[in-house]
């Protein structure tokens, strides 16, 4: 829960907000027990609020009667969950030996020169963020990108400038 204090009162706020909730309740009757809901839990959260947020891990471990620690070891074991919002589209250039050694850091590099960010960055206004994966398990088709849910294959520098583009029209359409 989000804290503040105002003239001596203390407030909390919950993260979660009540369909984020019931979301993650829905998952229950599908798994054998509630802690083998943390990783779509934490998914649910991430996809709607864009992270997940250091606030919200005392929440999702209340709703899976798990303590706060083992809710944070699954969060910080995938790369993928940030504690900080992301774009609306999220794309990561993969980063492994069969796409380093057909062109990758040239895609990341173009990239990032034509959204004007570093890699692990997000755009100014908020609309895209690029990060580098470590594989994307598609090493035949190397150099290759996922953005969102597309996976983008075969890439080269040139490509990657129109994808910018394309990204950018992605997340103006709300992703």
Known sequence: MAAGTANGVTWTKP????EIRAEISAYFPRYP????????ALHI???????????????IAEMLELS???VHDTLSFYGFFKAEPHG?????VCRSISCALRGGDEVLDAMCNKLGVKPGGMTADGKVT???GECLGVCEHAPAMLANDKVYKNMTAEQAGLLADELRAQADAGG
């Open 15 to 18: 993260i979660l907000t009540p």
């Open 33 to 40: 027990n509630k802690q083998a809901v943390t990783l779509p």
């Open 45 to 59: 959260v991430n996809e709607k609020l864009r992270c997940v947020p250091m606030e919200a891990i005392p929440e």
């Open 68 to 70: 706060p620690a083992q």
């Open 88 to 92: 609306t589209v999220r794309a990561w």
């Open 130 to 132: 690029l990060e580098f």
